[in-house]
């Protein structure tokens, strides 16, 4: 039982999300998936481990001492797996794929540590989450990082990180905007058909709010880079001009009080970021080593 890894890492999982669902989407396997092996644990045990509630689960006295168990396996196989990236010792440059606002405004404060743990040199290739899947089909790249998940047959969907769309501008606006004030500002829109904006325009419509069709839009841009630096560069007058961008696109700027956010009085507009890889190198030690380190970290 204890050499069954996959089963360890599911309970593990379970037990950090404090969810069954959660883990399924942090896994990349369906939820049945990891009941059922959380079933084949505690048919081993002979007892109960985990108890479900409406806010999480919870570990019964058992299901603790195992933890205590596994987390010291997880650490015995974390300082192995070391061990045998030395042993494969290849010279690679493994490619990371991203959307444009994950490889312009997060992965640069991950990418020392990636080639510190796989020990190789690391790439990126930027483009739009359609055309990096594409590369990942083509083994173009090794890992995607996207932020919607465009389902094709052989790749396996992980959760990574929560990202949040805001409105900024380079004038202090009101913490939270409504219709009018929407009504009334400059704006630099995303692309058409671009998910960003599809995001934005869906949140609005679900609180029956306008959207950036009938918005004072004075231009469009393709990728959050353009749009942040237009914002940023607009003249302060008394109508502000404003766009919408992920919050990890604006959060240096933010801090320094160069940039300003607010968010759409009753509107959620939070969203998953995914990582992804083809299922044919589920096993591959270096995508192991990545994928863990990139499940690890927190923003």
Not at 6 to 22: A, H, I, N
Not at 29 to 38: D, E, F, G
Not at 120 to 137: E, F
Request: hydrophobic share 40%.
């Amino acid at each position: 039982m204890l050499s069954d890894f996959s089963k360890l890492e599911t309970f593990l999982t379970v037990v950090k999300e404090r969810s069954f669902s959660k883990a399924s989407a942090k896994l990349g396997i369906s939820q049945p998936a990891v009941t059922q092996q959380i079933k084949f644990i505690e048919d081993y045990l002979d007892t109960k481990i985990v108890n479900r509630k409406k806010n999480g689960i919870r570990l019964t006295k058992e299901g603790e001492q195992f933890l205590a168990i596994v987390q010291k396996i997880e650490k015995a196989i974390a300082n192995a797996e070391k061990d045998l990236l030395k042993i494969i010792n290849k010279d690679i440059n493994f490619i990371l794929g991203a959307s444009y606002m994950i490889g312009n405004y997060m992965l640069p404060r991950f990418l020392n540590e990636i080639k510190t743990k796989i020990d190789n040199d690391v790439s990126v290739s930027v483009s739009v989450s359609r055309d990096i899947i594409d590369q990942l089909l083509d083994k173009k790249i090794d890992l995607a990082l996207i932020e919607s998940p465009i389902f094709e047959d052989g790749i396996i969907y992980r959760e990574w990180l929560e990202d949040e769309l805001v409105i900024f501008s380079n004038q202090k606006l009101p913490k939270r905007l409504k219709n009018d004030n929407m009504l009334s500002y400059k704006w630099v829109c995303r692309n058409r058909g671009s998910h960003t904006r599809l995001l934005f325009k869906e949140a609005l419509d679900a609180a029956g709010m306008s959207d950036c069709d009938t918005f004072n839009m004075v231009s469009e841009a393709t990728s959050p880079t353009t749009i942040v630096q237009t914002v940023l560069h607009s003249s302060k007058d008394d109508t502000p001009t404003c766009s919408i961008v992920s919050r990890h696109a604006i959060s240096d700027y933010v801090k320094a009080g160069i940039l300003h956010e607010a968010r759409i009085n009753g509107v959620n507009m939070k969203r998953k970021l995914y990582i992804a890889y083809l299922k044919d190198r589920k096993h591959d030690a270096f995508i192991d080593q990545v994928v863990n380190y990139l499940l690890s970290v927190k923003i």
